[in-house]
């Protein structure tokens, strides 16, 4: 089992390294992105994978308005009760400015998961063990969960489905962080951070399965040896 701290010198190990702040500007500390929602630790992956600590804020919905949306779309009833998404945080790098991170939540239907999906392939993509289930490759990474709380109606009789991604916008010259450990780790540990904010807003009875602290414990496809 490894856990967040492990992997943030294995970031930088494998070259996913800070930029230094030589624009004369004081940067924009990564812990005040996505509404202070950051840990220490997911504020060290955002400036790993972004390559930089001068961070900006990108255009977002925030935090609140994505729990409300949340708490709207599941007291929706008939087909199509998830009603989209919305998007909670984006960051930003200030050297590259195409280059963010940008981090959404909706409803997910189970044909959403990975592993159970039949559509779904396992080249490039690790599942992980956090939540109902976690993946990643080297674009994006997604969480899914089951929530049950009383601000979100009939989830006593069966957990809301919570589903939280990240997407990684590439440089407008430049190619995606390698599909290694280190960046899938970041980008977890990244969106485990900010999703922890989301469901304790929500009120999720024990975070909706999410520890206080990322636990990023690699899987193996069904039929794997």
Same mark, same amino acid.
């Given at each position: 089992?490894?856990? @967040?701290?492990?992997?943030?010198?294995? %970031? +930088?190990?494998?070259?996913? /390294?800070?930029?230094?702040?030589?624009? !004369?500007? &004081? =940067?924009?500390?990564?812990?005040?992105?996505?509404?202070?929602?950051?840990?220490?630790? @997911?504020?060290?992956?955002?400036?790993? %994978? +972004?390559?930089?600590?001068? /961070?900006?804020?990108?255009?977002?919905? !925030?935090? &609140? =308005?994505?729990?409300?949306?949340?708490?709207?779309?599941?007291?929706?009833?008939?087909?199509?009760?998830?009603?989209?998404?919305?998007?909670?945080?984006?960051?930003?790098?200030?050297?590259?400015?195409?280059?963010?991170?940008?981090?959404?939540?909706?409803?997910?239907?189970?044909?959403?998961?990975?592993?159970?999906?039949?559509?779904?392939?396992?080249?490039?993509?690790?599942?992980?063990?956090?939540?109902?289930?976690?993946?990643?490759?080297?674009?994006?990474?997604?969480?899914?969960?089951?929530?049950?709380?009383?601000?979100?109606?009939?989830?006593?009789?069966?957990?809301?489905?919570?589903?939280?991604?990240?997407?990684?916008?590439?440089?407008?010259?430049?190619?995606?962080?390698?599909?290694?450990?280190?960046?899938?780790?970041?980008?977890?540990?990244?969106?485990?951070?900010?999703?922890?904010?989301?469901?304790?807003?929500?009120?999720?009875?024990?975070?909706?399965?999410?520890?206080?602290?990322?636990?990023?414990?690699?899987?193996?496809?069904?039929?794997?040896?």
């Amino acid at each position: 089992m490894r856990r @967040a701290s492990a992997f943030v010198s294995a %970031v +930088l190990t494998l070259g996913l /390294l800070l930029t230094a702040c030589g624009s !004369g500007e &004081e =940067p924009v500390s990564a812990m005040r992105q996505c509404e202070d929602a950051l840990s220490p630790t @997911a504020a060290r992956a955002l400036e790993s %994978v +972004l390559g930089t600590r001068e /961070l900006s804020p990108d255009g977002t919905n !925030g935090l &609140e =308005p994505t729990v409300k949306k949340l708490i709207a779309d599941q007291a929706f009833e008939g087909p199509g009760r998830a009603l989209g998404y919305t998007k909670a945080c984006s960051a930003r790098s200030e050297t590259t400015p195409r280059s963010r991170i940008q981090i959404f939540f909706d409803l997910y239907e189970d044909a959403s998961l990975y592993d159970d999906g039949y559509k779904w392939t396992a080249e490039g993509r690790y599942l992980y063990g956090m939540g109902r289930e976690a993946n990643a490759d080297n674009e994006n990474a997604h969480l899914f969960m089951g929530c049950t709380s009383s601000r979100l109606e009939g989830s006593e009789e069966q957990p809301a489905p919570i589903h939280g991604w990240l997407e990684f916008d590439k440089p407008v010259k430049g190619a995606y962080p390698p599909n290694t450990p280190a960046t899938r780790e970041a980008y977890l540990t990244v969106l485990h951070s900010v999703t922890l904010a989301v469901v304790k807003e929500l009120g999720c009875e024990n975070n909706a399965g999410l520890p206080e602290k990322p636990v990023i414990e690699a899987k193996k496809w069904r039929g794997e040896q």
